[in-house]
């Protein structure tokens, strides 16, 4: 009872009620929600600390930045998003904040892609900086090559260097990838090497342009950390995936480089393990780590999921699921 009146009194107040409600959209700083709600940047840290003691909203820290969110807690979302439902959608101070959030949200997308357009011919370079390339991508190829996979999508595919990888085991591949100056460079190198049955397209990770059940494979290669809704991207991905389709992610484990998002645009500092398996579990997909590349100052890990076999199938069958939840 105590908790649920401290939450509920910390809400009973215009200004918390529209931090908490933007905050369950979207991870926002204490800059970017002054200028949703157009209130002074002392006056919002204190509604958001109200919030955050309530344990009603978690702050979280990426490079210089503090950033709110719903809280993800045992008792805090419950309470949380059942009050955001239960404002009414159809006011005007509701629907204000909101394209605010959106105006936002495209600012800081227009801030990605500017980085990308910059960096797209260097992105090769810039990536085996990092990475020992060679070996993810044989770790790729071990998982999904072999024949098994006819179509291929690749989300995210700048320069298109898993369609390359992949060209030799697939039918069909497709790479999509916000960025039109990533997408003129991939098709300029799937054109030198001649792969005709691999092509790029424009797309949006969070909506991708595919019908549910399409793909038989679907990688996000180094692509996860600039997400800012990573569970949503791999509920989209989950979406377009077949049955007994396997998702690949590669991505760096959670380190210390700030550098990445200061001057990166990179919006995590990795990926915990126990992340991806939420954002996994919670699109229906389940999820395990293959493979871990201890790397200096940076590791990638490996995980490949699937969708979860019906309860009804009895035995699981190891790694990879032939039959998908109803
Ligand atoms: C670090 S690059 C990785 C490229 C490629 N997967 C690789 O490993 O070579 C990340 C890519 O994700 C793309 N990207 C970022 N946000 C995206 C979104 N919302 N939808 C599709 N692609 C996106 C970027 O344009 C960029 O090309």
């Not at 991870?27 to 209130?39: A, C, D, F, G, S």
């Not at 990795?270 to 201890?294: F, I, P, Q, Y």
Request: aromatic residues 4%.
């Amino acid at each position: 009872m105590e908790q649920l009146l401290a939450g509920l009194r910390a809400a009973g107040e215009p200004t918390r009620l529209r931090l908490l409600s933007l905050c369950a959209r979207a991870e926002l700083t204490v800059t970017e929600l002054t200028q949703i709600l157009r209130q002074s940047q002392p006056r919002v840290s204190r509604h958001l600390k109200l919030l955050v003691d309530a344990g009603l909203l978690s702050r979280f820290r990426e490079g210089q930045w503090a950033f709110y969110r719903i809280a993800s807690g045992p008792e805090g979302p419950r309470l949380g998003r059942a009050i955001v439902d239960l404002i009414p959608e159809n006011d005007p101070m509701y629907i204000r904040d909101l394209e605010r959030l959106d105006e936002i949200k495209e600012a800081r997308a227009e801030a990605a892609a500017s980085y990308f357009s910059e960096n797209a011919p260097r992105w090769d370079e810039m990536r085996s900086m990092y990475v020992p390339e060679a070996e993810v991508e044989a770790c790729v190829r071990g998982i999904l090559g072999g024949g098994a996979v006819s179509d291929l999508l690749d989300i995210g595919t700048g320069t298109g260097r898993i369609l390359e990888v992949m060209a030799p085991d697939i039918r069909h591949g497709v790479g999509i990838d916000l960025s039109h100056e990533m997408l003129a460079v991939a098709r300029v190198n799937l054109g030198k090497t001649g792969l005709e049955h691999c092509q790029v397209r424009h797309g949006d990770m969070y909506e991708l342009p595919f019908d549910d059940g399409s793909q038989d494979a679907v990688v996000f290669h180094q692509v996860l950390h600039y997400a800012e809704e990573p569970a949503s991207a791999i509920a989209e991905a989950a979406r377009v995936l077949r049955p007994g389709g396997q998702l690949v992610i590669v991505d760096f484990a959670p380190h210390r480089q700030r550098v990445l998002i200061e001057e990166h645009a990179h919006h995590r500092l990795g990926l915990a393990g126990e992340e991806v398996t939420a954002w996994c579990e919670s699109a229906g997909l389940r999820s395990e780590l293959v493979r871990e590349m201890k790397g200096e100052p940076l590791t990638v890990n490996v995980w490949l999921a699937s969708h979860r076999p019906r309860a009804s199938s009895g035995a699981a069958t190891g790694k990879i699921s032939t039959a998908v939840d109803d």
